[in-house]
């Protein structure tokens, strides 16, 4: 192959590689926490986030008030679980006010299956407010 011919291959791979990983936007999540203690994702009858090792994504959370809040104003939470041991993974703890906010998050490293759990008592229902999260290597 000519040195021409080389050079037009690296670039192409080189432009190839920046459109797929340099400029990428995030994927958006877009997640409903709603007012009776439950939450949603457009087009799913059960919520369910999936997502690869180490990817960062935005959660878009819109939240509904449901019967109770914390005294700070948030009215619904979200924190990571293991779903083999239930333990927290740490640094997902995130508390949504009323109203659409943005998370910039990256998945855990480590892939299997994990539970998302609402950490405010939004409602007596409160316990039943989770959703499956997906983590693929
Ligand atoms: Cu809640």
Not at 104 to 109: D, G, H, M, T, W
């Amino acid at each position: 192959m000519s040195r021409f011919g080389t050079v037009a291959i690296l670039i192409a791979g080189l432009l190839l590689e920046t459109a797929s990983y340099g400029f990428a936007q995030p994927r958006i999540i877009e997640l409903t926490a709603d007012r009776d203690s439950r939450y949603r994702i457009a087009g799913q009858r059960i919520p369910e986030i999936t997502i690869r090792a180490g990817e960062a994504f935005i959660l878009r959370v819109t939240a509904r008030k449901g019967k109770s809040w914390n005294r700070d104003g948030s009215i619904h939470g979200f924190a990571l679980l293991r779903a083999k041991d239930r333990s927290k993974v740490d640094g997902w703890d995130l508390l949504f006010k009323l109203g659409t906010q943005d998370f910039s998050l990256v998945a855990p490293l480590e892939a299997g299956e994990y539970e998302a759990v609402c950490t405010v008592i939004c409602s007596e229902d409160h316990e039943g407010m989770h959703l499956k999260f997906i983590v693929l290597p």
